[in-house]
């Protein structure tokens, strides 16, 4: 969760396939639910086959056989092969030992491996093995058991993307460290991050909501976000509509749907719920109280309409933070359901059952917002944040990206304002430090920083220490033969005489993106092009009345724009995939959202700003 599917998925799967041929069933068999099934996968780790004693005595599967799968499965792409190149010879260098050593076991020429080892025997090694690891660590291959040291020779030939944040340790832990306010205080806060495009304010606010998640263990982390558009500016709570919609997502995915129709009709007035409904504040709202009788306003004069809307926005967060402050006893909650907590804390392995609710009426985290692009935000929106984060009703952490070069007046002041009441902080975002990018290429092409240190100082000049440049240089590299990748010798390789003379500004890289956009499919252009007319966020349903095209049809003609990197996948919420890239020229942006509902239809939408 919250990586880009790429080769190690694959290595992923075919370890797990390796560990049923042995043992004769997966690890999360035995797991009653899908659900807890998918949440095996994601967050409990399964300790090396050896370390099972009945399991290894029964099977005698050779401690490196073990090994090899063990660190296939890793739930931490990271820790895993970062190619099907590294697997290969590893298992070549096992076999080789296996038989000079004349040590293969009869099991392994065995298909019936369940016969011999009961799945509760299995769950019951995995139980001990949980109990001997309480604190939660992670088995450790000790390499020097092994015949040889694993991943020698796994050496990507693709570019690694990492989830990992350079030079910004001091600001996430101000954030942090804001959030503990909110939840002692119970008041809310804004943190508004600064910064120029591409410099990497979206990836902060991300990084530090999963840091977050991982800090209050199992615990409900409710988390939201919207952004502001630049050619839809003068319509009112644009950011704020699409902030809702995510957040009645994330609260029926995690509250029971019942419950949280009751709630909600108990405690909103009729004026409240024909306002949000109306004006269509909460995408989704209407469609949960659709046997609900909502009777409509009459007519609002202008002046007191942003009043009105403000005080009815509030009441709902009212409603939500409280039922956040109280949650309803286990009874309301459904076993069917993940929490989104529950994918950023991997669990011992005795823990089998995650708790998709929580068990006791103890209060739960304050929700995060955010709102992109706030620059862009209307008068109408800006006097709306305002009123949130100052209410004495609502608890809420939220987050605001900002443009600083584009930052207007009202912003500055609404912004200011809340800091001199200490509900805001301004966070600015700067260029990358030398060492921070060294270390940032370094990871990029898989190899030590001593032997980047060079390049790292060439793409700090011609980037200016931008994070989006620097990976967007890498990829021009790569693009135009300067950087390639030796086989022979498992190592990325740079032609020095072309390196000096490469640029790489604002136009050639304009250039670039438009030449990858002029690339694609005619098809899949023409299908981009309905898509903008519709607006700046689309479902397939919608798509497929005017394209004429089905899903799998849709879904296809879009994946050539995923794979060339203009648009990227990113998880927000349970059940719901956006995908985003922005560039930092202003000019193009567009984001990919892959929605999966309850009834398993696929809604995607995308926005083109």
Request: glycine share 4%; proline share 5%; aromatic share 8%.
């Amino acid at each position: 969760v919250d990586h880009p599917v790429d080769c190690r998925s694959d290595i992923y799967s075919t370890g797990m396939t390796f560990f049923e041929l042995l043992v004769g069933f997966t690890p999360f068999h035995h797991l009653k639910s899908r659900s807890a099934i998918v949440y095996g996968h994601v967050a409990i780790n399964v300790p090396p086959l050896d370390h099972l004693n009945t399991v290894s005595a029964a099977l005698k599967i050779p401690p490196v056989i073990c090994s090899i799968i063990h660190k296939m499965i890793q739930k931490n792409p990271e820790d895993r092969y970062q190619s099907a190149f590294g697997v290969w010879k590893d298992l070549e260098q096992a076999h080789q030992f296996l038989v000079s050593s004349n040590i293969v076991p009869s099991s392994l020429k065995t298909p019936t491996f369940s016969q011999q080892v009961p799945e509760e025997v299995f769950v019951t090694d995995l139980q001990f093995s949980g109990q001997k690891q309480q604190q939660q660590q992670k088995s450790l291959i000790k390499e020097h058991d092994l015949p040889f040291a694993l991943g020698q020779f796994d050496h990507s030939p693709f570019i690694k993307q990492s989830s990992d944040l350079y030079c910004r340790d001091s600001e996430m832990k101000q954030i942090i460290s804001d959030f503990g306010l909110v939840s002692d205080s119970r008041k809310s806060r804004l943190a508004s991050v600064y910064g120029f495009s591409g410099i990497g304010k979206t990836r902060l606010i991300t990084e530090s909501v999963r840091q977050i998640k991982k800090n209050l263990n199992s615990q409900t982390l409710v988390f939201a976000s919207g952004k502001f558009e630049q050619f839809n500016s003068s319509t009112p709570f644009v950011g704020f509509k699409a902030l809702f919609e995510n957040l009645l997502l994330q609260f029926s995915l995690i509250f029971d749907v019942s419950f949280l129709k009751m709630t909600l009709s108990k405690s909103l007035d009729q004026e409240t719920l024909s306002l949000l409904i109306d004006n269509d504040l909460v995408p989704g709202l209407s469609k949960l109280l659709d046997d609900i009788k909502v009777e409509k306003n009459k007519d609002i004069r202008p002046s007191e309409l942003q009043l009105r809307i403000e005080q009815s926005v509030c009441s709902l967060l009212s409603v939500l933070s409280e039922i956040l402050s109280n949650p309803p006893p286990s009874e309301f909650g459904s076993d069917d359901i993940l929490v989104s907590s529950s994918f950023d804390s991997p669990r011992s392995p005795v823990e089998f059952e995650p708790s998709f609710m929580p068990k006791k009426t103890t209060s739960l985290p304050p929700m995060i917002l955010s709102l992109d692009d706030l620059q862009w935000a209307d008068s109408s929106s800006l006097k709306l944040l305002r009123r949130i984060v100052t209410s004495k009703k609502i608890t809420v952490f939220f987050f605001g990206s900002v443009r600083h070069n584009e930052s207007n007046s009202e912003l500055d002041l609404m912004t200011d304002g809340l800091c001199d009441l200490n509900r805001a902080r301004k966070i600015q975002l700067g260029s990358l430090t030398s060492e921070s990018i060294n270390l940032m290429i370094s990871n990029m092409l898989d190899t030590d920083p001593e032997s980047t240190s060079k390049l790292a100082k060439i793409i700090e000049q011609k980037t200016d220490g931008n994070p989006f440049f620097i990976k967007e240089f890498i990829f021009r590299l790569i693009d135009q033969n300067v950087l390639s990748f030796s086989f022979e010798d498992q190592r990325w390789k740079l032609d020095w005489d072309k390196i000096e003379s490469f640029n790489l500004n604002l136009g050639s890289l304009l250039d670039m993106l438009i030449t990858k956009i002029q690339e694609l499919d005619p098809k899949t252009l023409n299908l981009l092009s309905t898509a903008s007319c519709i607006g700046n966020t689309f479902n397939t349903t919608t798509l497929k009345t005017l394209s004429g095209l089905q899903d799998a049809e849709i879904l296809e003609l879009l994946r050539p724009a995923l794979q060339t990197g203009l648009i990227q996948k990113i998880e927000i919420a349970p059940r719901r995939l956006t995908a985003s890239h922005s560039s930092p020229s202003r000019k193009s942006s567009l984001t990919f959202d892959v929605s999966t509902p309850e009834r398993g239809d696929s809604d995607v939408s995308i926005e083109l700003s």
